[in-house]
Protein backbone atom coordinates (compact mmCIF):
# COMPACT_ATOMS: atom_id res chain seq x y z
CA UNK A 1 0.00 0.00 0.00
CA UNK A 2 1.05 3.63 -0.06
CA UNK A 3 1.73 5.80 2.66
CA UNK A 4 2.30 9.50 2.08
CA UNK A 5 4.68 10.55 4.56
CA UNK A 6 5.35 13.26 6.43
CA UNK A 7 2.45 15.36 6.26
CA UNK A 8 2.18 18.67 8.30
CA UNK A 9 -0.02 17.32 11.27
CA UNK A 10 2.79 14.26 11.58
CA UNK A 11 5.23 17.16 11.97
CA UNK A 12 3.01 18.81 14.83
CA UNK A 13 3.20 15.62 16.64
CA UNK A 14 6.55 15.38 16.85
CA UNK A 15 7.17 19.07 18.21
CA UNK A 16 4.24 17.94 20.93
CA UNK A 17 6.03 15.51 21.90
CA UNK A 18 7.72 16.79 25.43
CA UNK A 19 11.33 15.30 25.90
CA UNK A 20 11.18 14.80 29.64
CA UNK A 21 10.99 11.85 31.87
CA UNK A 22 7.66 9.87 31.33
CA UNK A 23 7.97 7.49 34.31
CA UNK A 24 7.04 10.68 36.39
CA UNK A 25 4.09 11.10 34.68
CA UNK A 26 3.46 11.22 31.07
CA UNK A 27 3.17 14.30 28.55
CA UNK A 28 0.26 15.23 26.82
CA UNK A 29 0.50 14.53 23.35
CA UNK A 30 -1.54 16.80 20.92
CA UNK A 31 -2.47 15.88 16.68
CA UNK A 32 -5.05 17.39 14.98
CA UNK A 33 -8.49 17.10 16.39
CA UNK A 34 -7.30 14.99 19.67
CA UNK A 35 -5.33 15.20 22.64
CA UNK A 36 -3.87 11.89 24.36
CA UNK A 37 -2.71 12.56 27.80
CA UNK A 38 -2.36 9.95 30.96
CA UNK A 39 -5.85 8.29 32.17
CA UNK A 40 -7.81 10.21 35.18
CA UNK A 41 -9.71 8.46 37.67
CA UNK A 42 -12.69 10.31 36.20
CA UNK A 43 -12.52 8.85 32.81
CA UNK A 44 -13.60 5.59 34.32
CA UNK A 45 -17.02 6.23 33.37
CA UNK A 46 -16.33 7.54 29.48
CA UNK A 47 -14.26 4.21 29.60
CA UNK A 48 -17.23 1.62 30.44
CA UNK A 49 -19.66 2.98 28.37
CA UNK A 50 -17.01 3.61 25.39
CA UNK A 51 -15.62 -0.01 25.82
CA UNK A 52 -17.61 -2.35 27.17
CA UNK A 53 -20.08 -2.78 24.11
CA UNK A 54 -19.71 -5.91 21.83
CA UNK A 55 -18.72 -4.58 19.31
CA UNK A 56 -15.67 -2.98 20.55
CA UNK A 57 -14.76 -5.41 23.17
CA UNK A 58 -15.01 -8.57 20.70
CA UNK A 59 -11.83 -8.62 19.71
CA UNK A 60 -10.20 -7.73 23.14
CA UNK A 61 -9.14 -9.11 26.32
CA UNK A 62 -12.17 -8.47 28.85
CA UNK A 63 -12.40 -5.01 29.84
CA UNK A 64 -13.60 -4.20 33.62
CA UNK A 65 -17.28 -4.28 33.78
CA UNK A 66 -17.77 -1.65 36.51
CA UNK A 67 -16.58 2.05 36.98
CA UNK A 68 -14.88 0.89 40.38
CA UNK A 69 -13.32 -1.59 37.85
CA UNK A 70 -11.80 0.94 35.17
CA UNK A 71 -10.59 2.82 38.23
CA UNK A 72 -8.57 0.50 39.51
CA UNK A 73 -7.32 -0.43 35.82
CA UNK A 74 -6.36 3.43 35.96
CA UNK A 75 -4.39 3.47 39.53
CA UNK A 76 -2.43 -0.14 37.99
CA UNK A 77 -1.75 2.20 34.60
CA UNK A 78 -0.27 4.80 36.77
CA UNK A 79 1.97 2.79 38.72
CA UNK A 80 3.30 0.26 35.87
CA UNK A 81 4.44 3.42 33.98
CA UNK A 82 6.29 4.63 37.28
CA UNK A 83 7.98 1.52 36.98
CA UNK A 84 9.08 1.84 33.60
CA UNK A 85 7.42 -0.94 31.91
CA UNK A 86 4.45 0.46 30.34
CA UNK A 87 2.57 3.70 28.95
CA UNK A 88 -1.15 3.95 28.87
CA UNK A 89 -2.51 6.94 27.05
CA UNK A 90 -6.34 8.19 27.15
CA UNK A 91 -7.92 9.47 23.46
CA UNK A 92 -9.41 12.49 23.88
CA UNK A 93 -11.25 14.12 20.96
CA UNK A 94 -11.55 17.86 20.68
CA UNK A 95 -14.57 19.02 22.67
CA UNK A 96 -14.29 16.52 24.85
CA UNK A 97 -13.19 16.33 28.60
CA UNK A 98 -13.34 12.29 29.22
CA UNK A 99 -10.95 9.96 27.29
CA UNK A 100 -13.12 7.63 24.76
CA UNK A 101 -10.80 5.08 24.26
CA UNK A 102 -6.66 3.74 25.06
CA UNK A 103 -3.27 3.27 23.60
CA UNK A 104 -1.59 0.84 25.39
CA UNK A 105 2.57 0.38 25.34
CA UNK A 106 4.45 -1.90 27.27
CA UNK A 107 7.90 -3.39 27.14
CA UNK A 108 8.48 -7.17 25.72
CA UNK A 109 12.75 -6.75 26.03
CA UNK A 110 14.53 -4.66 28.73
CA UNK A 111 14.13 -1.06 28.15
CA UNK A 112 11.94 -1.25 25.69
CA UNK A 113 13.94 -1.89 22.76
CA UNK A 114 10.70 -4.12 21.39
CA UNK A 115 7.41 -2.93 22.51
CA UNK A 116 3.99 -4.62 21.96
CA UNK A 117 1.13 -1.36 21.49
CA UNK A 118 -2.60 -2.06 21.30
CA UNK A 119 -5.41 0.18 21.20
CA UNK A 120 -9.15 0.20 22.34
CA UNK A 121 -11.95 2.83 20.64
CA UNK A 122 -15.03 3.76 21.40
CA UNK A 123 -17.04 2.93 18.43
CA UNK A 124 -18.70 5.78 17.32
CA UNK A 125 -14.89 7.30 16.81
CA UNK A 126 -14.27 4.60 14.48
CA UNK A 127 -13.74 5.89 10.77
CA UNK A 128 -13.46 9.62 11.91
CA UNK A 129 -9.34 9.83 11.13
CA UNK A 130 -9.35 10.05 14.86
CA UNK A 131 -7.18 6.62 15.09
CA UNK A 132 -4.77 7.11 12.37
CA UNK A 133 -3.55 10.88 14.19
CA UNK A 134 -3.55 9.32 17.77
CA UNK A 135 -1.52 6.09 16.67
CA UNK A 136 0.68 8.34 14.84
CA UNK A 137 0.86 10.27 17.95
CA UNK A 138 1.81 7.01 19.97
CA UNK A 139 4.18 5.67 17.79
CA UNK A 140 6.59 9.09 17.48
CA UNK A 141 6.19 8.93 21.31
CA UNK A 142 7.52 4.99 21.79
CA UNK A 143 10.38 5.59 18.88
CA UNK A 144 11.69 9.03 19.25
CA UNK A 145 11.29 9.21 23.72
CA UNK A 146 11.04 5.99 24.90
CA UNK A 147 13.50 4.72 22.31
CA UNK A 148 11.90 1.75 21.04
CA UNK A 149 13.29 0.40 18.12
CA UNK A 150 10.54 -2.42 17.37
CA UNK A 151 6.95 -2.30 17.93
CA UNK A 152 4.53 -5.00 17.71
CA UNK A 153 1.35 -5.53 17.26
CA UNK A 154 -1.46 -8.61 17.42
CA UNK A 155 -4.81 -8.18 16.45
CA UNK A 156 -7.27 -11.23 16.21
CA UNK A 157 -7.74 -12.37 12.11
CA UNK A 158 -11.19 -11.60 12.22
CA UNK A 159 -10.81 -8.19 13.42
CA UNK A 160 -10.85 -6.86 9.86
CA UNK A 161 -11.48 -2.85 10.83
CA UNK A 162 -8.16 -3.27 13.21
CA UNK A 163 -6.40 -5.19 10.48
CA UNK A 164 -7.07 -2.23 7.92
CA UNK A 165 -5.88 0.37 10.54
CA UNK A 166 -2.67 -1.10 11.39
CA UNK A 167 -2.37 -1.60 7.24
CA UNK A 168 -3.10 1.87 6.87
CA UNK A 169 -0.66 3.18 9.04
CA UNK A 170 2.08 1.30 7.08
CA UNK A 171 2.63 -1.31 9.44
CA UNK A 172 4.11 -4.82 8.08
CA UNK A 173 2.61 -7.50 8.25
CA UNK A 174 4.61 -10.82 9.51
CA UNK A 175 2.75 -14.12 10.43
CA UNK A 176 -0.14 -15.39 11.46
CA UNK A 177 -0.21 -16.71 14.96
CA UNK A 178 -2.25 -20.20 15.76
CA UNK A 179 -4.54 -19.87 18.41
CA UNK A 180 -2.40 -17.23 20.39
CA UNK A 181 -5.62 -15.46 21.78
CA UNK A 182 -8.76 -17.11 24.52
CA UNK A 183 -11.77 -15.30 24.49
CA UNK A 184 -14.61 -16.57 25.89
CA UNK A 185 -13.24 -20.28 25.88
CA UNK A 186 -12.21 -20.31 22.18
CA UNK A 187 -9.00 -19.77 21.31
CA UNK A 188 -8.51 -17.39 18.12
CA UNK A 189 -5.53 -16.74 15.42
CA UNK A 190 -4.09 -13.42 15.85
CA UNK A 191 -2.11 -11.61 12.83
CA UNK A 192 1.29 -10.25 14.04
CA UNK A 193 2.16 -6.51 12.65
CA UNK A 194 5.31 -4.76 13.09
CA UNK A 195 6.92 -1.27 12.81
CA UNK A 196 10.65 -0.58 13.33
CA UNK A 197 12.41 2.59 13.83
CA UNK A 198 13.94 2.80 10.59
CA UNK A 199 10.24 2.69 8.54
CA UNK A 200 9.41 5.54 11.11
CA UNK A 201 12.88 7.78 10.27
CA UNK A 202 12.08 6.83 6.76
CA UNK A 203 8.06 8.42 7.22
CA UNK A 204 9.62 11.73 8.90
CA UNK A 205 11.96 12.21 6.09
CA UNK A 206 9.40 13.25 3.84
CA UNK A 207 11.27 10.93 0.87
CA UNK A 208 8.12 10.29 -0.86
CA UNK A 209 5.64 7.47 -0.71
CA UNK A 210 6.51 4.18 1.38
CA UNK A 211 5.38 1.31 0.02
CA UNK A 212 4.43 -1.88 2.44
CA UNK A 213 2.87 -5.51 2.14
Known sequence: MNLQ??????RSIEQAVVSRDWRLSLPTLRAKDVTLREL????????L???????VSRFISPPPTTIA???RFI???HRERAAGTYVCFGIVPAGYEQAVGLFQVRQLTASFETAEWGFAMGSGFWGTGLFVESARAVIAFAFDTIGSHRLEARSSVQN???NGA????GATR???????????????DQILWSIVASDWRGWKQDAGPVTRH
Open 5 to 10: TATPEL
Open 40 to 47: QLSDAPSL
Open 49 to 55: AMLTTEE
Open 69 to 71: GFE
Open 75 to 77: EWT
Open 160 to 162: GRG
Open 166 to 169: LQKL
Open 174 to 188: EAVLRSSFLRNGLYH
